[in-house]
């Protein structure tokens, strides 16, 4: 018999780490090659991990919800080994020496599962409790965890005894030790009965009463001004985003680590917000023959089975301005100082999902007619929701439209995906007085906004990038003169 252990991978783009959202398979069940045994959620998505063994699984190695660095071992999975082969124990030689060079980076393991210099900040499972003289000779001088020589110890050692809690001011219906200086407060036994019996130090109540004595009234205010206020409540299927955190003990709030996509989103954000000078470029225009459009598509048997949308209309209108402002398709390469221009067009289409946005793109999205492309975006978002994206998918995106209208908002400025030089914002739809033709006439109108990177598009790049997608919006016949 060999003991195995599943070191956790690199799912994608330099990832140092992920959480363990589910196990799939327990202790003493039976796994077979590519079985799927455990689902972890990586900062942009969640993936599913398959065993390279066939085996029995004799221990999981982190617990669910935890977060563990790339390069940890996970699962312990016993296959059955070839004749003349190493006992189990020697096959944990390498996973044994990459733990105890933890201190100095991933050590020797393996190729791609490196986590770089510095253990990381991943929460791991704790061993299992060691005989208490095996814990007695490892206890370090130090009260850190760690021994002398600044390696992690092989064992847990018990951590020190709590420090005593303050004393708290004594009751004011208790009395002072001799000789300390302190006032008695004046209550009638009632009232000293209804304050322990709810719980009201009667020193902190403001007495109202005739010589300064505490009422019966007094002590109720107190209570009731104590007492947490009433706090926003919340269906119990439309707060998953509060299923993670830590509820203060007021209840008036709860704390939630960020991490997974929600990091991800934000860092990127901040890190495209103070690198690239954005610019916003806005255009209000009369899309009633794009409403028209949608609903001819709608009956068309060959849109049938996919869902039509102005959406889809506005996502073909990028692509035919991209293809006459192909200037506006690049992104900076701040290391080598050069301007990657790009002969393809990665479409990403922003969408919110319940664990943050993601921004998956549509691959060579120039190459699709409208039915394709309508396909396309019902796969990326249905996939998006689900969670289901993978980093692949979210990598080398081109440029972006995020749909602000479904929401019912009429513009904002988007910021850039990192590594783009336009996102373009399409707002709801509304019907409005519009001069049409010489009369005010009731119009279908929305606005787009466009955020540029401003080292790659000049101002009058932006605006006639802008007035193109506007003009297939306003009149998507004129799609076909372009296409």
Do not use: C
């Amino acid at each position: 018999m060999t003991t195995q252990r599943f070191p956790l991978p690199d799912v994608g783009e330099g990832l140092t780490e992920a959480e363990i959202v589910e196990w799939k398979v327990a202790v003493g069940d039976t796994v077979a090659v590519n079985q799927v045994f455990v689902e972890i959620e990586s900062a942009k998505s969640l993936v599913e991990l398959p065993s390279p063994w066939a085996g029995t699984v004799t221990a999981l190695l982190a617990e669910e919800g935890t977060t563990v660095d790339v390069g940890t071992a996970i699962i312990e999975i016993t296959t059955d080994a070839p004749a003349g082969a190493p006992s189990g124990g020697s096959s944990d030689a390498p996973a044994a020496a990459a733990e105890e060079t933890s201190g100095e980076g991933s050590g020797s393991v393996l190729v791609g599962y490196g986590t770089g210099d510095g253990a990381g900040g991943g929460r791991r499972r704790r061993r299992a409790a060691a005989p208490a003289a095996e814990v007695e000779a490892k206890r370090p001088t130090s009260m850190s965890g760690t021994s002398t020589s600044g390696a992690p110890l092989d064992v847990d050692v018990p951590a020190p005894a709590p420090a005593a809690p303050a004393i708290e001011k004594p009751m004011a219906s208790v009395p002072a030790a001799p000789g300390a200086q302190s006032t008695r407060v004046l209550a009638k036994p009632p009232v000293r009965k209804l304050a322990k019996d709810l719980g009201v130090d009667l020193a902190s109540v403001h007495p109202t009463g005739p010589g300064g004595i505490v009422t019966r009234e007094d002590v109720v205010a107190h209570h009731e001004g104590a007492a947490p206020k009433s706090l926003a409540t919340y269906p119990d299927d439309d707060r998953p985003w509060l299923a993670s955190g830590t509820v203060s003990q007021d209840g008036r709030q709860t704390r939630v680590p960020v991490k997974s996509v929600r990091k991800r989103t934000a860092e990127a954000m901040v890190a495209s917000a103070f690198t690239a000078p954005h610019v916003t470029v806005f255009q209000t225009i009369d899309v009633t023959k794009t409403m028209k459009l949608v609903a001819h598509l709608k009956e068309d048997r060959d849109f049938a089975d996919v869902r039509v949308t102005p959406l889809l209309v506005a996502a073909k209108a990028m692509l035919l301005a991209v293809n006459r402002h192909p200037q506006i398709n690049a992104s900076w390469d701040e290391g080598a100082q050069e301007i990657v221009y790009k002969h393809y067009v990665n479409l990403g289409i922003a969408a919110a999902t319940p664990r943050g946005l993601v921004v998956p793109n549509i691959k060579d999205a120039h190459t699709l007619d409208l039915l394709g492309l309508a396909k396309a975006i019902a796969t990326l978002t249905s996939t998006a929701r689900a969670g289901r994206t993978q980093p692949a998918d979210m990598a080398d995106g081109s440029i972006t439209i995020t749909n602000v209208g479904i929401f019912g908002t009429d513009t904002g400025t988007p910021i850039l995906n990192p590594g783009e030089a336009g996102i373009l914002a399409f707002g709801a739809i509304r019907k409005q007085p519009w001069v049409h033709k010489g009369k005010i006439k009731a119009r279908w109108v929305t606005q787009l906004a466009l955020s540029v990177d401003h080292r790659l598009v000049d101002g009058e790049l932006a605006a006639r990038y802008l007035a193109d997608v506007a003009k297939v919006l306003e009149d998507p016949a004129r799609g076909l003169v372009w296409g």
